[in-house]
């Protein structure tokens, strides 16, 4: 993917671009707000990673210039302002995703790597499936091999998320803020924990388990013997 | 001139010079009106003496003739002190009288001549002039009787009314002074000293205070005031002393922890290392979550984020918590049971109300187990008057009456549960959230266990929205 990072902080810019071509990414980085905008505009990117502070023009106003524009990339924005009303700014200004500074980067990665087939035509798809696993966005129901999986409301949105983002990292908090709409961390494990079960009722009885652990980022849906 | 910009720029000097100028002003009026009076009154007496004199003379004359009115007005005119008494011929020359010589035209025109006109009598002391005003009038035969009044008296009456009305401001000058002097120089010693004070304070000795003399007046009640104010300060920066003292604490035990992983990971290879670096990335992110905790409690109760509050369905909130949290506490082996009454509306903000309601969650399922008894944990919503209260019940050890207090605190936490994991900042902020949505935070014992208890006001029902 090419990503444009928009980061005032050369060691962190540095840091994050080194880690994202590890990652088999092409990253680009502009320094200051005038630079990234006028990058973007000139270059197709998949991602904009945005920080929110920024010399010369701030990450918000870099945003909204874009979308102004009619550029729908999607953008995550950085930022050290955690709460809940800067994040509802700044998602309010164009973003797509907003994460706290200081980040783990297997969060970034995973959050960018969502976010870039975000606006893909397949979203739209009534059925998805993962291997065996079949889900019906119109009827809400869940097959597995022809087998009827009954879930919880809470359960099935879980599902849904996961096989949306199939084959790439979800994280512990992006499953709050997607499933649940919260942006805190709860002290205990509970997101495993509901994991746990929707891994009992999709994969305990039948043969491949489809719903993984990555260790230290999160989970990942996927079909181990792709067609 | 230092000196006297100084002193002019004291409120109770500038006052001083204000009340004596605005006294003088009224003084001065005060004197000219009654003299201008007191002179009618007087010009009034002479006009009715003259009057009745003339109307007594004429009788005379038509009685006794110009011979007997020639002998009384001689007789008039010797007594001390006396009118002015001229029968004058229709020439004009005296005939007789104690008046040696007079302005021709008074006498030359019958009636009165208030203008005050100089005339010179015949008196011990050598002729001397005076100023007088009188009264002519003419007698069957042409001849003239002018019968006047010597304005001496008046005129000494002036004199003193004058020297009275210098004497007077003359005082009020000076009372004024010394009010100035006393009032403005002890302002300014007060003044000087509450500055010498705060200087003080400013230079690093918290303890001193204001000085209060106890007399009560505006200073005293000042000083007092910002006193009160000082302690106060105190006692929050005692405080914010203590909170950062526990975070240097606080964050210096993981700290040394991470220092000490990392520098096991730099001998250490292979999965060994691995598996350091991991467990230094974990240590990290909690030092990270106790300021993200530290941070989002002070901004919580700044209140700054008030201004997010909105219509919010509290019982979705709670029944949302209630499920995120079942499966872990049904895993850790704990009954969960709800009753939450639906439908309870209040102004609030979804996220902090949440998160709060999780840190109750979290520390019933950290805290909330004993040896003896059920493992057991309810959720319970319901309404009291005015409020949503919700009520989160464990059956593990609870917490003592005299510590109920002390657990809101940031950093609080108590013997039991030292060796747990936590950041002692989770009830802080349930209280920091109850605070901010005007509610409050209390505990009770469950007997056995702990209650924690959140009350949240309902939102008013706005009139004509109907239901």
Excluded: C
């Excluded at chain 1, 397949?122 to 993962?130: H, I, K, M, N, P």
């Amino acid at each position: 993917m090419r990503i444009l990072i928009i980061e005032d902080d050369r060691e962190a810019a540095a840091y994050l671009s080194r880690a994202l071509q590890e990652s088999g990414h092409g990253p680009d980085h502009a320094a200051d707000g005038e630079a990234g905008l006028h990058m973007a505009r000139n270059a197709r990117y998949d991602v904009l990673i945005v920080d929110r502070m920024l010399p010369k023009l701030d990450g918000l106003s870099v945003l909204k210039a874009l979308r102004a524009d009619g550029n729908e990339t999607p953008a995550l924005i950085l930022s050290a302002l955690g709460q809940v009303d800067d994040r509802v700014e700044g998602l309010r200004s164009g973003g797509d995703d907003y994460l706290a500074k200081p980040y783990a980067f297997t969060e970034l990665l995973a959050r960018i790597e969502v976010l870039a087939r975000r606006r893909r035509p397949e979203d739209a798809e009534t059925v998805v499936r993962v291997g065996d696993l079949e889900l019906d966005r119109l009827a809400h129901s869940v097959k597995r091999g022809g087998t009827n999986i009954l879930l919880q409301p809470r359960e099935y949105r879980l599902l849904e998320y996961l096989m949306r983002n199939a084959g790439k990292v979800v994280t512990r908090t992006m499953l709050l803020e997607e499933v649940w709409d919260y942006h805190f961390d709860p002290q205990t494990n509970v997101i495993d924990v509901h994991i746990s079960r929707l891994r009992s009722k999709i994969d305990r009885d039948f043969g491949e388990p489809l719903l993984q652990t990555v260790r230290g980022a999160g989970y990942m849906l996927r079909n181990p013997m792709p067609a | 001139m230092q000196r006297l910009r100084t002193i002019l720029s004291i409120t109770a000097v500038r006052l001083s010079i204000v009340y004596t100028l605005v006294f003088g002003f009224v003084a001065v009026v005060i004197v000219l009106y009654m003299t201008g009076a007191t002179a009618n009154l007087l010009r009034r007496q002479i006009r009715e003496s003259i009057n009745i004199e003339m109307v007594q003379l004429d009788r005379i004359y038509a009685q006794s003739g110009i011979n007997g009115l020639i002998r009384q007005l001689e007789r008039r005119a010797a007594a001390p002190g006396a009118n002015l008494y001229v029968i004058a011929a229709p020439t004009g020359s005296i005939i007789a009288g104690n008046v040696d010589e007079i302005e021709t035209e008074v006498l030359g025109r019958i009636g009165w001549t208030f203008r005050p006109f100089e005339y010179s009598r015949f008196s011990a002391d050598g002729q001397s002039r005076h100023a007088a005003v009188a009264r002519v009038s003419e007698l069957p035969n042409g001849m003239r009787i002018l019968v006047g009044r010597d304005l001496g008296e008046p005129e000494k009456f002036r004199s003193l009314v004058a020297r009275a009305l210098i004497l007077s401001i003359g005082a009020m000058l000076l009372v004024g002074l010394l009010t100035w002097v006393l009032v403005g120089r002890r302002a300014l010693k007060r003044v000087e000293l509450v500055s010498q004070s705060t200087n003080r304070i400013l230079s690093g000795e918290r303890h001193v205070r204001l000085p209060v003399t106890g007399s009560g007046d505006e200073f005293d009640r000042l000083s007092s005031g910002l006193n009160s104010m000082l302690d106060r300060i105190g006692l929050l920066d005692e405080g914010l002393r203590q909170v950062s003292d526990n975070i240097a604490h606080d964050l210096k035990t993981p700290l040394t922890r991470l220092r000490n992983k990392a520098d096991a990971a730099m001998i250490a290879s292979g999965a060994n290392q691995q598996q350091a670096l991991q467990e230094i990335i974990a240590d990290t992110d909690q030092i990270i979550r106790t300021f993200n905790a530290l941070l989002m409690i002070s901004r919580v109760e700044s209140g700054s984020s008030a201004a997010e509050l909105s219509s919010e369905d509290f019982s979705a909130i709670i029944l949302d918590v209630a499920e995120l949290y079942e499966p872990v506490a049904e895993e850790e082996g704990f009954v969960f049971e709800t009753s939450i009454e639906p439908g309870l509306k209040v102004r609030g903000n979804r996220e902090l109300l949440a998160q709060a309601v999780s840190n109750l969650a979290d520390n019933a399922i950290k805290y909330g187990r004993s040896d003896n008894n059920l493992a057991r944990i309810s959720f319970t919503l319901g309404r009291e008057g005015e409020h949503a209260v919700l009520s989160i019940a464990d059956a593990g050890p609870g917490i003592p009456a005299q510590d109920r207090q002390k657990v809101t605190e940031r950093f609080a936490r108590l013997e039991q549960s030292r060796s747990r994991p936590g950041n002692g900042l989770g009830l802080s902020l349930v209280a920091a959230v109850a605070q901010l949505h005007s509610g409050m935070l209390e505990f009770a014992d469950n007997e056995p266990g702990l209650k924690a208890i959140l009350r949240i006001p309902l939102e008013k029902k706005i009139r004509g929205a109907g239901e």
